[in-house]
């Protein structure tokens, strides 16, 4: 609607302006911009944290985010309460957000806070950042992927499905979630095509350890699932196990191996078997034998899977998961004075649960791994694709 005001302005504006010069109109008097002005812009990522997933932030920007060509700074957020419980979230908006990247660690860890952090997810596309990606380190209803029989509820499915449909659109599509060594590969079709799910995975960030490491390495796989997901991606030696039964008695065995000598007549499925000497090689048996699987909650089917190994000749076992979830610190085991403290050399883990890394650090046998250098090159290398860049991530 023409208004005598608004076009007093702007004819004696433009009346200044050379005729053949292209011009940036101010606003009004009185009429406050959103927009950043053009020596404002720039590719710019701002990172909102979760509180409990702050380790995981400071590891970011500690590292890689200090010596990036890409502007990163935490953004404000104030995650308050309510007498009765119910959020009270504050979080910087406006002027300095828009047309910005955002990142959000998240911890799923737990379902206490989840509420709170898919509020917050769900406000940030409305507040016209350029793009949102949603970090989700570890997805935590993950295990309960599938109903087998009537009355099962699979809680994969209800939080995917509670994080992606009401998520809106950023000003370049939909919101990415990011999510490491999820459960079930299949999982990402619980998610609405509200949003682009990327899952990535801490293996290469194991290859890396490995490699450092140098010593000769062969990989276990506790159970063919873990063979089929994680095979795929490495180039070293492997066994594969699997769970077997035999009246009333379950073993894990050894089932099968990738470039590597067996001789499976020697087999043992318990002490009580006849010892006719190891199924490795001589050389083998050397190696450092490091079972890999994407959780560990009580621990029970690694110690089970290092009690195959050594039964059938292994001399030096070691562990691996993405997610140290262990339940009721069932990590203690592992330690000095605990039930399983001699069943493993090292233990590594990756800091995808930084509610429980943060006690394992410095305690033995546990070497925690960090996947923010993976992390960041992700993240580049989105903004790089949205910004269109050229990009050798």
């Not at 950043?36 to 890689?64: G, I, K, N, Q, W």
């Not at 009765?84 to 002027?95: L, S």
Request: with cysteine.
């Amino acid at each position: 609607v023409e208004n005598p005001t608004t076009r007093s302005f702007f004819g004696s504006f433009m009346a200044t302006q050379p005729a053949t010069q292209s011009t940036v109109l101010p606003s009004p008097p009185g009429v406050v911009s959103l927009r950043p002005v053009a020596s404002e812009r720039r590719c710019e990522l701002l990172v909102y944290t979760y509180p409990s997933a702050r380790p995981l932030f400071d590891a970011l920007m500690r590292t890689h985010a200090g010596s990036s060509t890409i502007p990163t700074r935490e953004a404000k957020c104030d995650w308050g309460e309510f007498e009765t419980g119910w959020p009270n979230i504050h979080f910087e908006a406006g002027d300095s957000i828009y047309g910005r990247h955002a990142v959000f660690l998240t911890s799923f860890y737990k379902p206490t806070n989840i509420f709170q952090q898919i509020s917050l997810a769900i406000a940030l596309p409305r507040n016209h950042v350029k793009s949102l990606t949603v970090v989700v380190p570890f997805f935590g209803p993950g295990t309960m992927e599938r109903v087998e029989e009537e009355g099962v509820l699979a809680s994969a499915e209800t939080m995917a499905k509670m994080l992606s449909a009401p998520m809106p659109l950023t000003s370049s599509g939909p919101t990415t979630i990011i999510i490491y060594d999820i459960h079930a590969l299949q999982e990402r079709f619980y998610f609405t095509d509200n949003v682009r799910v990327l899952l990535v995975s801490a293996i290469p960030t194991l290859m890396s350890y490995i490699k450092q490491d140098g010593r000769k390495t062969v990989l276990v796989f506790p159970d063919d699932g873990a063979a089929k997901r994680f095979g795929k991606r490495v180039t070293l030696p492997y066994l594969v196990c699997g769970k077997v039964r035999e009246r009333d008695e379950r073993f894990i065995r050894i089932l099968d191996g990738n470039n590597i000598g067996l001789d499976t007549s020697k087999l043992r499925l318990r002490a009580t078997d006849p010892d006719v000497g190891s199924i490795f090689t001589e050389e083998d048996r050397d190696a450092q034998f490091l079972i890999v699987d994407d959780l560990c909650n009580s621990g029970a089917t690694l110690v089970r899977c290092a009690e195959a190994l050594r039964l059938n000749g292994a001399r030096r076992i070691n562990a691996y998961c993405t997610h140290a979830v262990f339940g009721n610190d069932s990590w203690r085991k592992f330690t000095e004075g605990g039930q399983w403290h001699d069943v493993f050399d090292r233990f590594i883990v990756t800091n995808t649960i930084v509610e429980t890394t943060e006690k394992l650090k410095g305690t033995a046998p546990f070497v925690v791994l960090d996947i923010t250098p993976d992390l960041w090159n992700h993240l580049t290398c989105m903004v790089d694709s949205y910004e269109g860049n050229a990009t050798t991530h």
